[in-house]
């Protein structure tokens, strides 16, 4: 009797140990975690995002109020914008000139000359 009481014992031990472990490991989640979280949930809005100074300054303009509906047009705009200026840059149409050949560098200053032209203020021609 005493080592079925014993062996009770024991596995009601071993299960309790189990238990408590497994209660750990779902512990509260940390800062880290949660700006892991963060980072992968689309749909969750960053703490203070009502007064974001880019997103008050658009709502201002278009008179919208402060919603996560605006917010996110808001960045799907910005999105937008700082895709337009990366893809038309002036660099990459003008400036880049090593794949132009002598002919077509003869060609464009010859057509746009007077856009390279120096006007100092106060000059008169």
């Not at 005493?2 to 031990?13: E, G, Q, R, S, Y």
């Not at 189990?18 to 800062?31: G, I, L, Y």
């Not at 709502?59 to 917010?71: H, K, V």
């Not at 999105?79 to 050949?101: C, F, G, P, Y």
Request: a positive charge.
């Amino acid at each position: 009797m005493k080592k079925v009481m014993a062996f009770a014992l024991l596995i009601l031990t071993l299960c309790c140990a189990f238990e408590r472990t497994s209660w750990a490991s779902q512990a509260q989640m940390t800062r880290r975690q949660y700006k892991k979280k963060l980072a992968y949930n689309k749909n969750a809005l960053p703490a203070g995002w009502q007064y974001e100074a880019g997103y008050t300054l658009w709502r201002m303009q278009r008179s919208l109020p402060a919603n996560p509906q605006t917010y996110k047009k808001y960045k799907r705009d910005r999105a937008w914008h700082n895709k337009m200026h990366r893809s038309h840059r002036t660099e990459e149409i003008v400036l880049d000139t090593l794949d132009w050949t002598a002919e077509e560098v003869a060609l464009f200053w010859q057509n746009y000359q007077e856009f390279f032209k120096f006007h100092p203020s106060g000059v008169e021609d």
